[in-house]
Nanobody
Framework: QVQLVESGGGLMQAGGSLRLSCAASGRTFIMYKMGWFRQAPGKEREFVAAISRDGSNTYYIDSVKGRFTISRDNAKNTVYLQINSLKPEDMAVYYC???????????????WGQGTQVTVSS
C-alpha cells in the first residue's frame, strides 16, 4: 500500500515556474514507477510525465518537453515535477501516481494522490 500526497500547486503568472512535490508513505516507494497526470475542467485526465524506479528513464508528452522535468529522491520517498515557462493550457489539477509498470496509461497506475491545483493567470 502506498499513500501519495501532492503539494506545491498554486496561482502563477504565465511564464512562471512551480515545483510540485509528491510524498509517498511506506518503504516500498522504490518499487514503483511514478507518473504525473493532470486534469483540466471538462477534460479527461491526461498523462504528463513518468519516471523509472531509479530515475534513469523519463518520458514526457510533447506539449511539456523542455518545460517540465520529473525527478525523484528515493531516500526521501518523493517525486517532483518542475514546471517552467507556464502556459495557460497547463492549468489543471495535477496528480501523482504509482505503478508497478512503466506506463503512460492511467489505468496502469495503482495508487493516486488527491491532486494539487495549478492555476495560471495570463
Amino acid at each position: 500500500q502506498v499513500q501519495l500526497v501532492e503539494s506545491g500547486g498554486g496561482l502563477m503568472q504565465a511564464g512562471g515556474s512551480l515545483r510540485l512535490s509528491c510524498a509517498a508513505s511506506g518503504r516500498t516507494f522504490i518499487m514503483y514507477k511514478m507518473g504525473w497526470f493532470r486534469q483540466a475542467p471538462g477534460k479527461e485526465r491526461e498523462f504528463v510525465a513518468a519516471i523509472s524506479r531509479d530515475g534513469s528513464n523519463t518520458y514526457y508528452i510533447d506539449s511539456v518537453k523542455g518545460r517540465f522535468t520529473i525527478s525523484r529522491d528515493n531516500a526521501k520517498n518523493t517525486v517532483y515535477l518542475q514546471i517552467n515557462s507556464l502556459k495557460p493550457e497547463d492549468m489543471a489539477v495535477y496528480y501523482c501516481a504509482a505503478s508497478i509498470s512503466y506506463s503512460l496509461r492511467a489505468v496502469d497506475y495503482d495508487y493516486w494522490g488527491q491532486g494539487t491545483q495549478v492555476t495560471v493567470s495570463s
